[in-house]
């Protein structure tokens, strides 16, 4: 909570939702950046959600719907407890599995055949009844996380209904597709697709960009509401198969569009897009 009220002190915003996901907006992670679209991992354990950004964004409640695994009390503890309880109850299946074959072998070696038949009625009825628990678990699972789906495709149609802010997110996202040359990977043309969890067909310099020029849709959306201006840290630009001259394409609209933006470039090459200021780290970050 400190973390929160501080970032709302540095940058004056005070909607939650927002300052839950902020870091998301202005940083791109060497490894995570580059493949994450809308919702993952930023860095560590820290998240970001489209669907919870918007909502700040928009003024929207989406506590208000009945049950996410979000703010649905005790969900992940139950969602855990379920399925170690079908791990537990697996594992005894397999050690009844085990004690019987045990027994069939004592029973051979000491030919005590009239126990058999009453061990085996035993055993087999006790299996019968594992399974059968087994199967009501995987029920109840399998039903929580229907309910799971049906209640996100709540809250996507929700935020995608008249929402002013999934419009401009897009409408940024699919300027710089179009000048970057990846507007054919937008399958989905209307402003979902920002909401979109599809990401066959992007892979390499594809994925980089477009998880950049969403990210870019990111920091606008910061500007035009708040009148801020983030820094934008980003780590190895030439990452994930990415050419000198796909590079220098995303420098040039960050020289163009963001260049009263703090630009904070973690790399191995130069880049003469950008003017920059070249903190040269070759002999470590903290020397004599």
């Given at each position: 909570?400190?973390?929160k009220q501080l970032l ?8 939650i939702?927002?300052l839950?996901?902020?870091?998301a907006?202005f ?14 991992k ?6 970001f959600?489209i669907?919870?950004?918007?909502a700040?964004?928009s ?7 009945e049950?996410?695994?979000d ?5 992940n ?7 170690l309880k079908r ?5 005894e ?6 004690e019987?074959k045990?027994?069939e072998k004592?029973?051979?070696e000491?030919n ?8 085996l009625?035993n055993?087999e ?8 628990y ?6 109840i ?13 709540k809250?996507k ?8 802010q999934?419009?401009?997110?897009y409408?940024?996202i ?5 000048e970057?040359g ?8 209307t ?8 990401l066959?067909?992007?892979s390499g310099r594809?994925?980089a960009?477009?998880?950049?020029i969403?990210?870019l ?8 509401k708040y009148?801020i201006k ?6 190895s ?7 000198e001259s796909?590079?220098d ?6 020289k163009r569009?963001f260049?009263?933006h703090q630009i904070?470039?973690?790399s191995?090459?130069k880049t ?14 903290i020397r004599?």
């Amino acid at each position: 909570m400190q973390e929160k009220q501080l970032l709302s002190a540095i940058f004056g915003i005070e909607e939650i939702l927002v300052l839950n996901n902020l870091l998301a907006v202005f940083y791109i992670d060497q490894e995570k950046g580059w493949t994450m679209l809308n919702i993952g991992k930023i860095i560590g354990n820290i998240r970001f959600n489209i669907e919870e950004y918007i909502a700040g964004l928009s003024g929207k409640d989406i506590c208000s719907y009945e049950v996410t695994k979000d703010n649905l009390i005790n969900y992940n503890n139950n969602q855990e407890l379920l399925e170690l309880k079908r791990k537990n109850l697996k594992i005894e299946l397999e050690e009844i599995n085990i004690e019987l074959k045990k027994i069939e072998k004592e029973i051979i070696e000491k030919n005590i055949l009239f126990f058999l038949e009453y061990i085996l009625d035993n055993l087999e009825n006790q299996i019968a009844d594992m399974n059968i628990y087994i199967n009501s678990v995987d029920k109840i699972i399998n039903q929580l996380n229907n309910k799971r789906k049906k209640i996100n495709q709540k809250i996507k149609d929700e935020l995608s209904f008249n929402n002013q802010q999934l419009v401009e997110f897009y409408d940024i996202i699919n300027k710089y597709a179009i000048e970057l040359g990846i507007k054919q990977y937008i399958k989905n043309d209307t402003p979902s697709f920002v909401l979109t969890s599809k990401l066959k067909g992007f892979s390499g310099r594809i994925l980089a960009q477009m998880a950049y020029i969403f990210k870019l849709a990111y920091l606008k959306s910061i500007d035009n509401k708040y009148g801020i201006k983030l820094p934008i840290i980003i780590d190895s630009p030439r990452t994930n198969e990415l050419s000198e001259s796909s590079t220098d394409d995303m420098m040039k609209i960050l020289k163009r569009d963001f260049s009263e933006h703090q630009i904070i470039l973690a790399s191995i090459d130069k880049t003469d897009i950008l003017e920059c200021n070249i903190v040269d780290l070759n002999n470590g970050l903290i020397r004599n």
